[in-house]
């Protein structure tokens, strides 16, 4: 636990300065002022630098020791041009925090405390232990390999999430896959929406309460002490959604951070495609504000993060973009068979609608078939979004309809409101006809009950002094639900003794044997039937292609399949 703190604390302190290197550099190059100096801001916009800046780094040498020394030397020249500018930001930011109530210290702590015991359970499973571990393991041993995705196919997938898991895993000093990067992200999405539990005349007040109440219900998920790359579109989402409502139109240097954000959400994982749609609304609603030199800069900024990472995928992969085969324009000799990416395809969705079911005959279902199936596998909390969303989003067309009502509503709301209401219907449609995993939309779920509350306020201010009048027991309540939510997870995972066990570093995951199957060329770890590979030595895999070969004499060279 102490390892994982102290981690935490360094994840903190160095997206916080890469944040401010990154935003003043950004700010000087766009010839625009930044106004948005809090900490999550800040934060966020350092993890984003980091992982574009490491992905291209990654494409030379492996994430070590020499990715820290790389990034603090950029810091460090940076900082030395501009260190009286910087200093008075951090000297306003540690004066804001002293400033801080006692209220908000103690939900930072309630969620620090969580955050700390979710890591040391070790919750990985599914994916993380199929593919997740040895996707950051990869990164942590060798640069950009050609054709992993070879080995098992969910390798073909390319996440910069991963890569900062890696970077901030420390896997150099001798530590044995231990994240904390989501943990992280937590910590900082609290200290934004956290903000409004002492600021009652907060217009987005209720807005940042729900969220941050459903931030503190995932605690003990186990997204929070995982790797997965789900986590980060989620809290982005309600993040990007929530920081949007509140900027100010003119304020264009966020908005283009905000695009900035959701470009960077893609290359973590592409099922923060839709936010894109969010993307394109925002730089048309600054665009008749940018000058050419602006709009220029920007663009080939965007372009580059686009186009590291899709060399990232066609390194991985063979293809654009993992698993989309229909986009097939390389001709390499590691690129994956077309017919795997298919199968993963088919897979994904046909596991989403009825899991734990045999994929290929669950792929055979009509709609009849696998939506009573599907309706019979969501967990309560999923069941409590979806019906919650549905009923509101009925009870608000209803509404809508009474003129004064309406009224109330319409001039309470701007255009960014319709532009992240279109976004958040096109996100739902594409996730239910493409894959309905629940965690998938998350975010988006969250956020409709979060406005339709807020606009519920908005349309009868009685029940905005109800709400006023019982936040003072908010403390109360939230510490109610953290109890809550760790009784069924803490018997699961502790015991005294194991708590003390691990009261320095955590346990290692799960450790499987494995054998060691020769290949034509080379050779491959396989282990025992029905286990999963975890973090085991590389390469790994639990579904080996016959044809799979070397591509040479050393495995950073890469794996292609024997034609």
Not at 109 to 114: A, P
Not at 268 to 296: E, T, Y
Not at 497 to 523: A, D, E, H
Request: overall charge positive; proline content about 3%; charged content about 10%.
């Amino acid at each position: 636990m102490i390892v994982s703190f102290l981690l935490i604390l360094y994840t903190l302190f160095t997206a916080y300065i890469s944040g401010i290197v990154f935003l003043h550099v950004f700010s000087k190059i766009l010839g625009l002022q930044n106004t948005q100096n809090d900490f999550a801001f800040t934060a966020i916009s350092g993890i984003f630098w980091l992982a574009f800046i490491i992905s291209i780094q990654h494409i030379f040498y492996k994430i070590g020791l020499f990715s820290h020394l790389f990034i603090w030397a950029i810091n460090a020249i940076v900082w030395a041009l501009n260190s009286k500018a910087f200093l008075a930001q951090i000297s306003a930011t540690i004066q804001t925090i002293k400033n801080k109530p006692k209220s908000v210290y103690y939900i930072y702590f309630l969620f620090l405390f969580g955050a700390l015991i979710n890591i040391v359970a070790r919750p990985a499973l599914g994916d993380a232990a199929d593919y997740h571990f040895q996707a950051i393991r990869w990164m942590e041993e060798y640069k950009v390999t050609p054709g992993i995705g070879n080995i098992r196919r969910q390798l073909g997938n390319n996440s910069n999430w991963f890569l900062l898991n890696a970077f901030f895993g420390f896997s150099f000093a001798g530590l044995k896959s231990v994240y904390v990067l989501n943990a992280s992200l937590l910590m900082i999405a609290c200290s934004y929406f956290a903000e409004a539990v002492t600021n009652k005349l907060d217009k987005l007040f209720i807005i940042k309460t729900i969220v941050l109440v459903y931030l503190l219900t995932g605690i003990f998920r186990k997204y929070v002490g995982a790797v997965t790359n789900d986590y980060v579109i989620t809290v982005m989402v309600l993040y990007i959604f929530t920081l949007l409502l509140e900027t100010d139109v003119k304020n264009i240097f966020v908005r283009m951070v905000l695009v900035f954000f959701i470009v960077m959400m893609i290359t973590f994982k592409l099922s923060a495609l839709p936010m894109l749609i969010l993307g394109v609304f925002i730089i048309w609603g600054i665009l008749k504000q940018l000058q050419l030199k602006q709009f220029f800069v920007f663009t080939i900024f965007i372009l580059s993060v686009f186009t590291t990472w899709i060399y990232t995928n066609m390194m991985h992969s063979g293809y654009l973009v993992f698993p989309i085969s229909a986009i097939d324009i390389f001709d390499v000799d590691w690129k994956m068979r077309k017919s795997v990416l298919e199968w993963e395809v088919m897979a994904n969705l046909a596991w989403a609608r009825v899991p734990f079911t045999n994929v290929e005959i669950s792929s055979t279902y009509n709609f009849a078939t696998w939506f009573p199936l599907w309706i019979k596998s969501l967990d309560g909390f999923s069941i409590f979004l979806l019906l919650t969303s549905i009923s509101l989003t009925a009870f608000f067309s209803f509404i809508f309809l009474i003129k004064s009502i309406r009224i109330k509503i319409t001039s309470s709301v701007n255009m960014e409101y319709l532009y992240i209401f279109i976004t958040i219907l096109i996100a739902l449609y594409l996730w239910f006809t493409h894959g309905p995993t629940p965690r998938f939309v998350f975010g988006y779920l969250v956020f409709m009950l979060a406005v339709y509350t807020h606009q519920l306020a908005v349309a009868y201010p009685v029940f905005r002094k109800q709400v006023n009048h019982y936040s003072k027991h908010f403390l109360i309540i939230i510490s109610f639900i953290f109890c809550l939510s760790g009784i069924p997870f803490l018997p699961k995972y502790f015991t005294i003794n194991s708590f003390v066990q691990n009261l320095i570093l955590p346990q290692n995951y799960t450790q499987v044997k494995t054998n060691r199957v020769q290949l034509q060329t080379g050779y491959v770890n396989v282990p025992d039937a029905n286990n999963q590979c975890w973090d085991s030595p590389l390469p790994c895999t639990s579904n080996l292609d016959t044809a799979l070969v070397w591509r040479g004499t050393e495995m950073e060279q890469g794996f292609k399949i024997k034609q």
